[in-house]
Nanobody
């Protein structure tokens, strides 16, 4: 079992920045890949970013590439999502997820086994 708790969401103006954190517990953190997803009201959940177990490999959705950075600190059992140049269309609930059966970086929800409860990010224009 893996427990995930997100934090760091909030209200920010367009062009601003936020850093989301996701604290993991329950299994050796460095043994699984991590991802971030988001879901806006009335829309399906979408992939944002993923990072490998060591942090050496990352992958981003085109919509956030160049603006968001995913990273992890295996000593702190935490994965981060640094979000810069935020746009109103980034408004969503952001979820972190753990892939314990990692074969390659997953971009689909079904690639992940455990999910956090989500944190709200609202970007005002």
């Amino acid at each position: 079992q893996v427990q995930l708790v997100e934090s760091g969401g909030g209200l920010v103006q367009a062009g601003g920045s936020l850093r989301l954190s996701c604290a993991a517990s329950g299994r050796t953190f460095s043994s699984y890949a991590m991802g971030w997803f988001r879901q806006a009201p009335g829309k399906e959940r979408e992939f944002v970013a993923a990072i490998s177990r060591s942090g050496a490999s990352t992958y981003y959705a085109d919509s956030v590439k160049g603006r968001f950075t995913i990273s992890r600190d295996n000593a702190k059992n935490t994965v981060y999502l640094q979000m810069n140049s935020l746009k109103p269309e980034d408004t969503a609930v952001y979820f972190c997820a753990a892939d314990v059966t990692y074969l390659r970086l997953g971009i689909h929800g079904y690639d992940y086994d455990y999910w956090g409860q989500g944190t709200q990010v609202t970007v005002s224009s």
